[in-house]
């Protein structure tokens, strides 16, 4: 059964308990489709299944959930979809789709290395009829696989620490060895730092490879923590590529986040970089975020972006019940997770604080009280600053009643007077006690 969310001026823009990492966007009909692996809270990298979500291309707001699209296992039996991997029962990695004469491919990886592809006469599935990618009528191995179609040609990338390349022959599951590319680029060397998780796109008529990059200033070719998307480009889809630089790093979503994966797309007018972010202190839990991005489409330059609280929105509505883990950047050690029903900040020090990019407070200033929903677990201190100016302090302790209900949830509250304009607000914790001072799980602005 579909279900629809309207998360979408939100970031993540999926609701918070949909785990959707390694998203790739595609334009179909009018509708934009997001194909990624499926986390499960409290799991590792991946389930045995796909979902596909969608919203029309005018309405970003509104995303559907099309339900399960295909299964390596029986478990989701009960969800109408069942085994459809018949080779392998390993975990369903990041997959792609890519339609031709009327059917969407569903090219998809697994946790023992394997690669296949089903099909579909809709780009939501169900996808059948799966069988191996092959080549030299051996199939092939490796991790995240894309495909860039280009004219009447199809080309299909794949593989870790080595991008590889070939184009896809007529039946869709066969490699044309003779045009295979063992790098377009590499971890090795070429300075570019590919660590996996391709994306062969083009800007106008300029290849544009997006990739989770190893990239650093001391280290290009391997290193770095693989949190940034960056970009090569070339004039020719078998390269050389030239390294121009990061897109999106998702550092600072998680203390412990470790990967990120994701693509560039143009919905109507405007760019958009799909990526992920993990959660709950792991580098797992991975939600799927979305930015707005500049894009030079003469000279295939892509401006870094900056991860934002918006989702498809321009800034987020001051009057609107927040949840705590739309933070778009935690400092010092607290991080999100699932708890209780919500959604809160957790693991909160002296020090600690998250940032929320960005409200709109309108062009007359306004006075406004905020509320900030905590557990408060000691005496402490949240300072409130919009955009870096410290606009109040609000102090907390646990009280007798928290005590008698083991921890029950309070409300403080504080002025923000003469605050206008798009705004980034920070709520940073301060307190003179050690250890883990409160828990944040909501978050109000009312005009006063």
């Not at 299944?49 to 099309?66: E, F, G, I, M, N």
């Not at 080309?155 to 070939?166: D, L, R, S, V």
């Not at 090569?232 to 998680?254: F, H, L, M, Q």
């Not at 799927?288 to 900056?306: F, P």
């Amino acid at each position: 059964m579909e279900k629809i969310y309207a998360t979408g001026f939100h970031n993540p823009f999926l609701p918070l308990d949909i785990y959707i990492p390694d998203g790739e966007p595609k334009v179909f009909d009018g509708r934009v489709y997001l194909y990624g692996s499926k986390d499960v809270f409290g799991g590792e990298y991946c389930c045995h299944k796909y979902h596909v979500y969608s919203a029309d291309a005018r309405d970003l707001q509104h995303w559907t959930d099309h339900g399960p699209a295909l299964a390596s296992t029986d478990e989701y039996a009960d969800e109408g979809i069942k085994d459809g991997v018949p080779w392998s029962d390993g975990l369903l990695w990041a997959p792609d789709v890519v339609e031709r004469d009327g059917w969407y491919y569903l090219y998809f990886c697994l946790s023992d290395g394997t690669e296949g592809v089903a099909k579909s006469r809709k780009p939501y599935g169900p996808f059948t009829d799966a069988r191996q990618i092959l080549m030299n009528g051996e199939p092939i191995s490796g991790i995240d696989p894309s495909v860039l179609k280009d004219g009447e040609d199809y080309y299909y990338t794949w593989g870790q620490g080595n991008c590889h390349m070939a184009k896809l022959k007529d039946d869709m599951y066969t490699l044309d060895e003779t045009t295979y590319a063992e790098a377009l680029i590499s971890h090795e060397d070429g300075c570019q730092g590919f660590h996996e998780g391709s994306s062969l796109r083009k800007i106008g008529d300029t290849y544009c490879l997006v990739y989770a990059s190893e990239y650093t200033k001391e280290y290009p070719n391997r290193g770095g923590a693989p949190t940034k998307l960056d970009y090569a480009v070339s004039k020719n889809v078998y390269g050389p590529y030239e390294y121009r630089g990061t897109i999106i790093d998702n550092t600072g979503v998680d203390p412990s986040t470790w990967n990120n994966h994701g693509s560039i797309i143009k919905i109507k007018d405007q760019w958009y970089v799909f990526y992920h972010g993990s959660s709950g202190n792991r580098k797992y839990n991975r939600r799927a975020r979305v930015e707005r991005i500049c894009v030079d489409e003469k000279n295939a330059v892509i401006t870094q972006a900056q991860m934002t609280s918006t989702g498809f929105a321009d800034a987020l509505d001051p009057g609107e019940q927040l949840d705590a883990a739309y933070g778009c950047q935690v400092l010092g050690g607290a991080y999100f997770t699932e708890k209780e029903g919500g959604f809160p900040m957790v693991n909160i020090t002296s020090g600690c604080s998250v940032s929320y990019r960005y409200f709109d407070y309108g062009t007359e200033a306004q006075h406004r009280e905020i509320e900030l929903e905590i557990r408060a677990l000691q005496d402490g201190t949240a300072v409130i600053l919009v955009n870096g100016e410290k606009k109040a302090e609000i102090a907390f302790a646990p009280t007798q009643e928290d005590q008698m209900q083991k921890g029950g949830l309070t409300r403080i509250r504080g002025m923000l007077n003469g605050v206008s304009g798009k705004a980034e607000l920070t709520i940073r914790f301060q307190s003179q006690n050690p250890g883990e001072l409160a828990e944040l799980y909501r978050i109000r602005q009312a005009v006063r």
